[in-house]
């Protein structure tokens, strides 16, 4: 079958405008994915911006939970110390000469001691050079703290834990450390508290566990208020991590935190 | 009066615009389009005299401006991918391929000839040189204002252009063989002035995004 002339005319008519029709979509194409571009990176701009107030609040929460100890350490120890002291010299009578020899050797004792209470609370105050002295080192300082009190049988383990590169990271799981420990002090009516800090090629993990009274997992994560259960899955999702809660009425409670290590 | 044609007035137009818009341009390679557009117009002159005036076949002439369109669009598409780390030897291999190609069809048409076949394969490579960007332009995270990106729209009316004079170039001896059949102009004329109004107003677009551009940093 011949094909006429006007046939190829139309035919080179017709390629020419469906070749200038492609690029128009192409165009269009590139035009639509860039504005996808945009928005992408105008969220990870909020991501970012979202994640340094939040680390910021994290770092004023552990400042403030600092203040708090050192408050409750000055009113309950050394102010009871201090007191002690006044007390003693208070009683100290001149004329009887027998009991001034072991007033003042009690007094210098307690002296010393609030001297050491004192020495103990200033290195507290330092809690952001904690930090920096690696997560562990800030754990067994805080759970050194937390022994003093003796209400508690505390246990703290490092498998294979080094160091965290990101200090970023450390502070937000630091401060769910903080979090995790209050809630024990506070509701768990516990008396042993088991620590363990592991870490593989990948990942690192804060288990904190207690024997205390234990709660309904589900019942409490849906309050959604403070600083509780709901804000540690949240915070431990901002370092692309997981927190894993499993508690059982009157069975205590386990808190397991995993973090990736160079995300 | 036969100087103005669509092509005539749409390449003076451009040539205004990047005259204009391009003049204090610190970039070489986009100042360069100026006098591309220059020699463009003139050659595009030149061709309806030798056509209309002196009755001789304006070929040579246009096989002439080949060389320049080539070397000119080749350098421009290297200039603009410059942001990723072209490699130079790339441009050297390919303006090399087309020199051996452009000498041997001329050659072998006995100078008498379009030089259709080597045209063809320019346009195949700058269509892939647009894609090729659009494709950078799509894997990089740094973001541009698209809508108002000289470099987008000079690709965009290039891409235009060569894909859509595609197939004009594939039946370029069958469309030579009749010039015109049933209508005033040919089928490729009028392709052509298409593809030419497109081609100059996306580039006159392009030079104002870059006149605003600049001034925007200055």
């Not at chain 2, 490699?87 to 051996?100: A, D, G, Q, V």
């Not at chain 2, 894997?139 to 859509?164: I, N, Q």
């Amino acid at each position: 079958m011949q094909i006429s002339s006007e046939e190829i005319i139309f035919l080179i008519g017709l390629t020419s405008i469906i070749f200038l029709i492609a690029p128009c979509f192409l165009i269009l194409y590139v035009l639509s994915y860039n504005r996808r571009k945009k928005k992408h990176l105008e969220e990870k701009v909020w991501l970012k911006t979202t994640f340094e107030n939040e680390l910021l609040k994290t770092q004023m929460e552990v400042q403030e939970q600092t203040l708090k100890t050192v408050a409750n350490d000055l009113h309950d120890n050394i102010g009871q110390l201090l007191s002690l002291i006044t007390i003693t010299l208070s009683t100290i009578d001149l004329e009887e000469n027998s009991k001034i020899a072991s007033k003042i050797t009690l007094t210098d004792d307690l002296t010393r001691r609030s001297i050491n209470e004192l020495k103990a609370l200033s290195r507290l105050l330092h809690g952001e050079e904690l930090i920096s002295k690696g997560l562990a080192a800030a754990i067994e300082f805080e759970l050194e703290w937390l022994k003093r009190s003796e209400r508690y049988e505390i246990s703290f383990e490092r498998n294979n834990f080094k160091s965290v590169v990101d200090s970023g990271k450390e502070t937000m799981v630091f401060r769910l450390f903080q979090e995790c420990i209050n809630n024990i002090i506070q509701h768990a009516k516990a008396s042993k508290i088991v620590i363990i800090l592991e870490q593989d090629n990948s990942s690192f993990k804060l288990t904190i566990s207690d024997d205390g009274i234990g709660f309904n997992v589900d019942e409490k994560l849906n309050l959604k208020m403070g600083m509780g259960l709901y804000n540690i899955k949240r915070r431990a999702a901002m370092i692309n991590g997981t927190a894993t809660i499993t508690s059982i009425p009157g069975n205590g409670s386990v808190i397991a935190i995993t973090v990736p290590s160079n995300q | 009066m036969i100087f103005i044609t669509f092509n005539t007035v749409s390449e003076l137009a451009c040539f205004l615009a990047g005259l204009i818009f391009l003049f204090k341009d610190k970039d070489p390679a986009w100042r360069l389009l100026i006098w591309y557009l220059l020699f463009t117009c003139i050659v595009e002159v030149a061709g309806i005299y030798i056509r209309t005036s002196l009755h001789v076949s304006n070929i040579p002439l246009y096989n002439l401006s080949v060389i320049p369109e080539c070397f000119v669009t080749s350098y421009f598409f290297y200039s603009l991918y410059k942001t990723y780390h072209p490699k130079i030897k790339w441009l050297i291999i390919w303006l090399s391929i087309f020199l051996i190609m452009y000498f041997t069809e001329l050659i072998l048409n006995h100078f008498n000839n379009f030089v259709s076949i080597t045209a063809s394969v320019m346009s195949v490579v700058f269509v892939l040189a647009s894609l090729y960007y659009y494709y950078l332009k799509l894997k990089d995270e740094h973001f541009e204002r698209l809508l108002f990106y000289a470099p987008f729209w000079w690709v965009s009316g290039t891409l235009f252009f060569y894909f859509g004079s595609t197939a004009c170039n594939l039946f370029f001896d069958y469309l030579i063989k009749y010039p015109s059949i049933s209508y005033e102009f040919s089928i490729r004329y009028i392709i052509f002035c298409i593809l030419d109004v497109i081609l100059y107003s996306f580039w006159s677009y392009a030079f104002i995004c870059r006149y605003l551009q600049r001034k925007s940093y200055s």
